[in-house]
C-alpha cells in the first residue's frame, strides 16, 4: 500500500516537471505553422504576379507583331544595323532616314569607285542611287528630307621630264613645239590642290512617287593654268520625275566611260562638257538588271570660232542664237553598257564693219564600259563631227568649233578616240592603261601652229588600303603634232594622295 501509495507520488511530480517543457513544444509548433502559412501565402501571391506579367507580355508582342504586318518596312529602305557610325571605337546608331525618301530604284551600273570620283555627281534616271543604302546620309528632323555632306581632300606632286604645257593637268594640245614659246624649256615640277574637293547632296519625295536630288560640287580649278586656289562651281543641278535643270555634264558626255586616271584631266579623245542645261530622260524598259531609256537636252551654247584670220574684219565677236540641241539612248545591264548621242549646234559671228556669217554644227557619239571579272572594266568612246571641237577635252580651249574658209564660215571636222582597261590585282591594288587619239581637219588658212593631232597614253597603279584613303602615281605621254608639221613629245610623272570625307 505504501509502495502504489509512492509510486503514485512519483508519478505525479514526474509530470509535473514535465508540463513546462510540453507547453513550450506546442508553442515552438504553433508558431512555426504559422510562418510556414504565411510564406505559402506570400509564395501563392508572387505566383499570381508572375502570371499576370507573363500575360501581360504576351499581349504587347502580340501588338508589336500586328504593328509591324500593317507597315511594312519601306522599299529598299536600309536595316537598322546599318545606321551606325564608329566613334572612338564605339558603334553609335543613327536615325532612320525618312522612309518616303529612300530610293524606290537601283542603277544596274557598277561603282568603279574612281580615283576622279566622277560617278557619284551623275544625274541618273529616276535618282538612283549608286549606293541604295545611302551612305553618310543624315536625315533632317521634322522632315522628309535628308542631305549628305561629301568631298575629298587631294594633292597633286607634279614632275615634267620638259616643258609640258599646262603646269597642273595633262593636256597634250598644250605642249608647245618647236617655233612656240617654251618649247625647249627643262625639267620641272610643282605641287597643288586644286583637285580638292566639296559637295553637298539633297533627296526629299515629292507627288507622284518620285524623289527630288539636288546636287551640288565645287573645287579649285577656276583657273587651271596658276598655283592659285580659285573656287569653281562644277555641279549645281536639281533633277525630279526625271526632268533636270542647272549645270553638269553635257548630255552628249558618258560619264561611266571614264577610264579610272590619276590625273585631273583625263584622256585627250573623250567628251567631257560641263555646262548649263535642261535635260528630260524617258525610261523605256525599266527593270532591276536592265534598264533602257532615251534623252533629249538643250544646253548652253558656247561657239568656239578662230577670229584671227586676216579675212575676218575689225570688231569681230562671236553670237549665239540658239541653244546647243542633244538626243541619244542608253542601254544599261549587269555586263556594263552602251551610250550613243548626237549633238545639233548653230555658230555664228557678227562685225561692225563687216559681213555676219552663221553655220550648222553636228556631231555623234557611241561609247560605253564593260565589265570583267570581278572588278575589271574596259571601257571607250568615239565621236566625230563639224563644229564640236569645244566638247573634246583636248580641244575645249582651243577655239576650233569653226573657222573662215575661202570667204566664209565652215565647221572644223574632228575625229576623237579613246579606251582604258582598269584590273584590280586585290582588294588593295589596281592599275589602268588608258590612250587617245585627236585629229582635227584645220583649213590651212590658220595658223600653222593650229593643231593638227594629239596622241594621249597613261599607266599608273593605285593603292587603296582603306575606304576613305588612296594614293596613286601615274606615267603620262603626250605627242602634239600642228598644221606645219612641227612636232614634240611631252612625259610626265604625277604622284596623288587623297583623302575622303564620306565613302
Do not use: C
Not at 542603277?107 to 545611302?134: C, E, I, Y
Amino acid at each position: 500500500m505504501k509502495t502504489s501509495v509512492r509510486l503514485s507520488s512519483i508519478t505525479a511530480l514526474a509530470l509535473l516537471a514535465a508540463a513546462p517543457f510540453s507547453s513550450a513544444q506546442d508553442s515552438d509548433i504553433a508558431e512555426l505553422k504559422a510562418m510556414v502559412r504565411a510564406m505559402q501565402k506570400t509564395v501563392t501571391e508572387q505566383s499570381k504576379l508572375i502570371t499576370e506579367q507573363n500575360a501581360r507580355i504576351a499581349t504587347l508582342e502580340k501588338q508589336q507583331q500586328s504593328a509591324a504586318k500593317q507597315k511594312p518596312a519601306a522599299k529598299g529602305a536600309a536595316p537598322a544595323s546599318d545606321r551606325s557610325v564608329t566613334v572612338a571605337g564605339m558603334n553609335v546608331p543613327l536615325g532612320e532616314l525618312p522612309a518616303a525618301a529612300m530610293p524606290a530604284d537601283r542603277t544596274p551600273v557598277r561603282d568603279s569607285d574612281d580615283f576622279l570620283d566622277l560617278q557619284n555627281a551623275a544625274p541618273r534616271v529616276n535618282n538612283a542611287p549608286l549606293d541604295p543604302k545611302l551612305k553618310g546620309f543624315i536625315a533632317i528632323p521634322g522632315t522628309d528630307t535628308m542631305f549628305k555632306i561629301g568631298g575629298s581632300a587631294r594633292i597633286d606632286a607634279i614632275m615634267d621630264l620638259g616643258n609640258s604645257g599646262n603646269p597642273n593637268q595633262f593636256v597634250p594640245s598644250t605642249i608647245p613645239v618647236p617655233g612656240e614659246a617654251g618649247w625647249d624649256g627643262g625639267e620641272r615640277s610643282t605641287i597643288h590642290a586644286k583637285g580638292t574637293r566639296l559637295s553637298l547632296e539633297l533627296r526629299r519625295p515629292v507627288p507622284w512617287d518620285s524623289t527630288l536630288r539636288i546636287y551640288t560640287e565645287y573645287d579649285f580649278f577656276d583657273d587651271a593654268t596658276s598655283n592659285s586656289m580659285k573656287f569653281r562651281a562644277r555641279h549645281f543641278y536639281g533633277q525630279a520625275w526625271n526632268f533636270l535643270i542647272g549645270q553638269t555634264f553635257s548630255a552628249f558626255m558618258d560619264v561611266d566611260a571614264f577610264p579610272d586616271v590619276v590625273d585631273y584631266q583625263g584622256p585627250n579623245g573623250i567628251v567631257n562638257k560641263r555646262q548649263p542645261q535642261i535635260r528630260y530622260t524617258l525610261p523605256l524598259y525599266d527593270r532591276e538588271k536592265t534598264k533602257f531609256q532615251v534623252f533629249a537636252s538643250i544646253e548652253q551654247p558656247d561657239a568656239k570660232l578662230d577670229t584671227s584670220d586676216n579675212e575676218f574684219s575689225g570688231g569681230v565677236s562671236t553670237v549665239n542664237h540658239i541653244p546647243d540641241g542633244i538626243a541619244g539612248f542608253r542601254w544599261e545591264g549587269t555586263l556594263g553598257h552602251v551610250q550613243a548621242a548626237g549633238l545639233f549646234r548653230e555658230m555664228s559671228f557678227e562685225s561692225d564693219n563687216g559681213p555676219s556669217g552663221d553655220r550648222f554644227g553636228w556631231g555623234a557619239t557611241l561609247g560605253g564600259a564593260l565589265n570583267l571579272f570581278e572588278k575589271d572594266k574596259f571601257s571607250a568612246q568615239v565621236t566625230y563631227g563639224e563644229g564640236v571641237a569645244r566638247y573634246i577635252n583636248d580641244l575645249s580651249g582651243e577655239s576650233l568649233d569653226a573657222a573662215i574658209e575661202n570667204g566664209h564660215l565652215e565647221a572644223v571636222p574632228v575625229f576623237a578616240a579613246m579606251a582604258g582597261y582598269t584590273h584590280h590585282w586585290n582588294d588593295h591594288w589596281r592599275s589602268t592603261v588608258s590612250g587617245g587619239y585627236v585629229k582635227v581637219d584645220a583649213p590651212a588658212t590658220l595658223d600653222r601652229f593650229t593643231i593638227d593631232n594629239t596622241i594621249y597614253a597613261s599607266a599608273n597603279v593605285m593603292w587603296h588600303p582603306t575606304t576613305s584613303f588612296r594614293m596613286g602615281l601615274e606615267y603620262l605621254y603626250g605627242h602634239k603634232e600642228t598644221l606645219d608639221g612641227s612636232e614634240r613629245d611631252a612625259h610626265r610623272f604625277n604622284f596623288v594622295v587623297r583623302y575622303d570625307l564620306v565613302r
